[in-house]
C-alpha cells in the first residue's frame, strides 16, 4: 500500500496531565530562590504561558514549600537512608513538591505522587529514581498523620535563625515565631482614613494599632478602594514607625530609604512635606507609582542618603536589613539571608544613622525602625548610636501610643514587635511582621 503523504505526519504532542504545568512551575520557583538564590517576587514576575489558576497554585505550592523546607527536607531525610545523590536538583526538587501537597495543602495524595513520579521521569539524569519517589512519597502519604503529629515548627528555621532567635527570646517564644511564620499571613491595609468603614466593606477587621486585616482577600487590584486610592498595602507592623512621629502636619519630613513607600505615604498622608530619598532608581519608579494612586504629593529623591544635604525637621530611616521579621509573607528569606547579611547590613545600618544628627534640626525628632528579628540591626545599633554620638538622645516610646500593647515596649522605650505577639484561634488572621523601632531626638 502507497503511504500518503500526510501518514507520515508527526503526531501532535498529547497535552501534559493536568496539574503538571503548575507542579512544573512550582519546581522552577523553589530552584530560583534556593538554587540560583532569586528573591521569590522577582522569580513570580517572570512571564510563563500558565493560566491564571495554575499560577496561583504554582506560587502556593513554592510559598508553602519554602515556608516549611526544613521540615519536608527532615521528613524526606529520614526516609532516604543514603541522602539523595548530588547532581540531580530536579528529583530533590520534585520530591519537595510532592511532600509539600502531601503534608501541607488540600491535595489528594495520588495526585501528589503521580505528578511528583512524572516529573522525575521527564528529568533525563533523574528518571531511574522515579520507582524510589514513588515508594517514599507513598510512604509518607500513608504515615501522615503520625508525621504532623511529630511536627516541630523550629525545624522549618534554617540552624543560624533558630540559634540566634532562642539566643535572643528563648526557645518557647522562637517556637512561637515559627508557628506563626508556616502559616500564609493575612493581608492588612494601612488606610488614608476609616478603618472601620473600610474593614466592614471588604469584610475585614481592624487591627488593635489601626490597620485594616482581611483573610484570603483574592486579587489586590480588584478589592474596592484599590483604584481610587483609598489604601496601601503594609504590615500592621510596618505601619507602626512612621505613627510615631506624632504629628507631621506642615513638617519638613525626610524618609531617608523610602521605596516602595509604604511609610512615604503615611506621613504624606499625615500632611508632612516629604522628601522620599532612595538610592534605587527602579525601586522609586514603584514610589512614584503608588503615590500617583494615592493621590499624595511627595518631592522624590534619586540619591544616597549618605550624601543627602539640608535641614528637616524630622526623619524617618526605614533602613535596609535582612527581613528577618518577615519571613511570614516572604519565606524566602529564610533561604536567601545569612549571618553574614546580618553583619553587613549593621554597618550600613550604623552609617545611615551617623547622618541623623546632621540632617537634624535641633530638638527634631527621627525614627530608626527595621523589619529585622536580629538585635544587631535593632536594639544594638541604638545603643551603640546614643554612645558615640552627643546629639542624639532617645526619646522612650510609651505603650499609649501604640494602643496600649505595653509588650512590644522594652525596657528602654523601644519598639519590638514579634510575629508572635498577636495570637488567635484561627491561625489566619493571627500574628504581625517583626519590627524594630526607636525614637530620638536630636539635642536643642
Ligand atoms: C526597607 S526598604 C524601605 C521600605 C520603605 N521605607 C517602605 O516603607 O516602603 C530599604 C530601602 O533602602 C534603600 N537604601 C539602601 N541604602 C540606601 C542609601 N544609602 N541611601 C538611600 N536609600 C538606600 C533601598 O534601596 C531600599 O529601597
Redesign the pocket.
Known sequence: MVKRFHDHKPKPKPPPPAGLPARRRACELIEAVTLRRRPLDEALDEPTDLDQADRALARKIAATALRRLGTIEKVLAERLAKGLPDGLPRLKTAMVVGVCQILFLDVPDYAAVDLAVRMVEADKKAKGFAGLTNAVLRGIGRDKAEILEGLDPLDDLPPWMRERWIAAYGIDTTRAIAAIQAVEPPLDLTVKADAAGWADKLGGSVTPTGSVRLSAPGAITELAGFAEGEWWV?DAA?AI??RLLGNVAGLTVA????????????LAAGGAKVTA????AR??ER?TANMERLHLDVTVLA??????PGIFDAI?L????S?TGTVRGHPDVMHLKSMTDVEGLGR?QA??LDRLSSLLKPGGRAVY???SLEPEEGERQIEALLARDPLMVLDPIRADEIAGIADVITPAGMVRTLPSHWPASDPAIAGLDGFFAARLIRRP
Open positions: 503594609q510596618a514607625p512612621a524618609d531617608l530609604c523610602a521605596a516602595p513607600g509604604g511609610k512615604t505615604a503615611q530619598v532612595d538610592r534605587s525601586r522609586l514610589l540619591a544616597d542618603a549618605l550624601e543627602l524617618l526605614d533602613a535596609p536589613c527581613a550600613q552609617r545611615l525602625c527595621t523589619c
